[in-house]
């Protein structure tokens, strides 16, 4: 049976009357670690001691864990890895970014949250030990917090965009009337002007060249005269929305 010393000063978190700070400084963490992290009973952690030479008794250990930092193990057990340079994170696409937008920013923010929120449900779905799950669900409380702030900056962010979008449809819209109906009056006048011209020709058949004047003037000048029709149709249209957009 190994002896339990103490020959170093108490650090803080540990007592002077506890066996189990007397143990070795890598034993009492990994037990520390089993019982924290990995939801050990009291009786394996004893069992895991007694296989390491020291025996100490169940009320011992217990005593032990009431002053063990557990929020320490905790916050190692979620960003503890050997290869962290390889873990992919929702801030990956924002680190190379030329430039930052705000939408984005927010969006990977959010995404992170919800993220958290995950592994802190299920790590409180899954722990024995009432006081843990409590400070899990305080935590899972705070996270939702933040997720409610970002959600409400996400849904500020989103307004000019969709005001935008709104005015956008609605220019389109606008400007395919205009555009219809300058296209339907334009050509209702040149065929009343090519009515003209036919009973022209009909009334005085002496001067054909007249006609043929006519619709040569027609096939030369009508694409001009349309763009002419359609933009003086969207003209005001497209400076009334500039004019909202300012």
């Not at 700070?21 to 034993?27: D, F, G, Q």
């Not at 959010?110 to 899954?126: D, F, H, I, T, Y």
């Not at 149709?233 to 497209?238: D, G, H, L, S, Y």
Request: hydrophobic share 40%; with cysteine.
């Amino acid at each position: 049976m190994n002896e339990i010393a103490n020959p170093v000063p108490a650090t803080k978190g540990q007592s002077r009357r506890c066996l189990a700070c007397r143990l070795p400084a890598e034993l009492r963490e990994e037990i520390e670690r089993d019982r924290i992290r990995d939801w050990s009973t009291y009786g394996q952690v004893v069992q895991k001691l007694a296989s390491n030479g020291f025996h100490l008794s169940d009320s011992a250990v217990r005593r032990h864990f009431r002053h063990v930092p557990r929020d320490r193990y905790f916050e190692a057990a979620e960003t503890e890895n050997d290869n962290s340079q390889d873990v992919t994170t929702p801030f990956d696409a924002l680190v190379n970014a030329q430039v930052l937008d705000d939408r984005l920013v927010v969006e990977v923010m959010a995404r992170s949250l919800v993220e958290r929120l995950q592994r802190l449900e299920r790590a409180q779905r899954a722990t024995r030990n009432p006081a843990q799950a409590e400070r899990l669900m305080t935590a899972s409380l705070k996270e939702m917090q933040a997720l409610e702030r970002a959600l409400r900056r996400r849904e500020e962010l989103a307004k000019p965009r969709q005001e935008l979008v709104g005015k956008s449809k609605e220019f389109v819209g606008r400007v395919f009337q205009a555009t219809k109906d300058a296209c339907a009056a334009f050509i209702e006048d040149y065929l009343h002007m090519m009515d003209e011209a036919v009973n022209a020709h009909l009334a005085d058949y002496s001067h054909p060249e007249r006609l043929v004047r006519r619709m040569s003037e027609f096939q030369r000048d009508w694409p001009k005269a349309m763009r002419q029709r359609v933009s003086d149709a969207v003209r005001p249209i497209w400076q009334e929305t500039m004019a909202t957009l300012r």
